[in-house]
């Protein structure tokens, strides 16, 4: 089948080469580190998690879960190696970082058509058929070869990661165990708010000091993984009724739901490290341990891995590429994971599984079969390569899909469930009509 070239090893990337390479390919996987470090990463191993250990919801009604599922019929490697080294997590797909990221970089050293260098690419002067999937912390050098090569700046926005805490430290008796709804097994430690600790809260978080960014660099934040100080700008009640909304979570000793309300979610699997869902920011260490130590039942709490803010870069892939994330200019180069503008875990691995059959059907001599536009795949796809002014990146969601016109007095899981079980079918239509793109 030839060699393939692939530039990063983060979950696009590794998802590509053992998609690739069980395929009959031999690829080259080129990951920097740990030759050169980010401001992110903390060990050298491939797939490494950096922000939220979370892959999101399993549940069929929802976008990742139905993303996850038409996955699955297409082969994702990484989503069940997720699965094997899942932490509690309600109805959500929550991974333990570490042994993740430790199962990937085994599986991917142990296959026999992948060889990993360790070693920075810092151009596009690079063999094709070749992938980049560099992600959100891109090398300078390879960036700027970038900017170069779309003959305009790529686009970017900022991405704050949450802290992480010692959960042995936090006072067991002020929280409660529940899940929103009580879907899912009640895998998520409730902190609940009264008016005026809430309320201590934000005028923390709106006088406290902030890691700046450079002059030449404007701030862009995704609008799914806002900094909570950013929330806080907004309102006074715009975080009680964003990451800290206490709908469906009534606390079991007073059967009321609380003023507002702090989840901490497992991070390992001993649940020795938790992290603050939805609590994004770019505040100073010195604050954030401030802020940490008032909350209630942390006033000793132990900080294992403090927020920060990193800047992710995406391309305008409406103007660069051609389906399926295949350049206009340079035939044989494709992008794949958040670089190319899908914004999440499972989203940038689904970019990476379309990149292989782009490249296998091109190896083939045929044009990459249409993705249907029914299922969660198609319609994100649709979403990326559709010209627009300004390109902003997007996650899975249901507002993509086609309307199927059977909206009517139905509920919106009705909807969901029916969208869904469309776009199942499609999908396996598409791999059953299509048995030459699978290993």
Aim: net charge neutral.
């Amino acid at each position: 089948m030839g060699e393939v070239t692939i530039v990063g090893g983060g979950l696009a990337g590794c998802e590509a080469a053992l998609q690739l390479a069980d395929r009959g390919f031999q690829v080259r996987l080129f990951e920097m580190r740990p030759e050169t470090p980010t401001g992110a990463h903390k060990t050298d191993r491939l797939a490494e998690i950096v922000c939220s250990n979370s892959f999101k919801s399993t549940l069929l009604d929802t976008a990742s879960g139905l993303l996850k599922a038409e996955m699955d019929v297409l082969g994702c490697e990484l989503v069940p190696v997720a699965r094997e080294n899942s932490v509690p997590a309600g109805h959500a797909l929550g991974i333990d970082r570490d042994l993740f990221s430790s199962a990937v970089t085994e599986k991917i050293a142990k296959h026999p058509n992948i060889t990993v260098e360790r070693r920075r690419v810092d151009s596009l002067d690079i063999p094709t058929p070749a992938v980049i999937a560099t992600g959100p912390l891109t090398g300078e050098a390879l960036s700027q070869a970038l900017v170069s090569h779309c003959t305009r700046e790529h686009l970017y926005f900022y991405d704050a990661i949450a802290p992480s805490i010692d959960g042995d430290s936090v006072d067991p008796a002020v929280g409660y165990w529940a899940s929103r709804y009580g879907k899912g097994e009640a895998d998520y430690l409730n902190i609940p708010f009264t008016r005026d600790e809430y309320r201590r809260l934000i005028e923390f978080v709106r006088g406290a000091q902030y890691a700046q960014s450079h002059a030449f660099e404007e701030e862009k934040y995704f609008e799914a993984c806002l900094p909570i100080e950013v929330l806080v700008a907004r309102g006074e009640d715009t975080l009680r009724f964003g990451p800290m909304k206490p709908k469906g979570l009534a606390d079991p000793r007073t059967g009321r739901d609380p003023y507002a309300v702090l989840q901490l979610r497992k991070e390992s699997r001993e649940g020795s490290l938790m992290g603050l869902v939805g609590f994004q920011t770019r505040m100073t260490w010195a604050c954030q341990k401030e802020m940490l130590r008032m909350l209630p039942g942390c006033s000793d709490v132990s900080v294992l891995r403090f927020g920060t803010i990193h800047r992710n870069i995406f391309l305008d892939i409406p103007t660069l590429c051609d389906p399926y994330l295949r350049d206009r200019t340079r035939p044989g180069l494709h992008f794949a994971g958040q670089i190319c503008g899908v914004e999440g875990y499972v989203e940038s691995i689904m970019s990476a599984i379309i990149v292989a059959l782009s490249i296998t059907a091109a190896s083939h001599g045929r044009e990459m079969p249409a993705i249907p536009k029914e299922t969660m795949i198609g319609s994100l796809m649709d979403y990326v390569h559709a010209p627009r002014k300004n390109f902003q990146p997007m996650n899975a969601n249901f507002g993509l899909l086609p309307s199927n016109g059977t909206g009517g007095r139905r509920t919106r899981q009705t909807r969901h469930e029916s969208a869904a079980k469309a776009a199942l079918t499609a999908m396996e239509t598409y791999r059953r009509e299509n048995p030459w793109l699978f290993p």
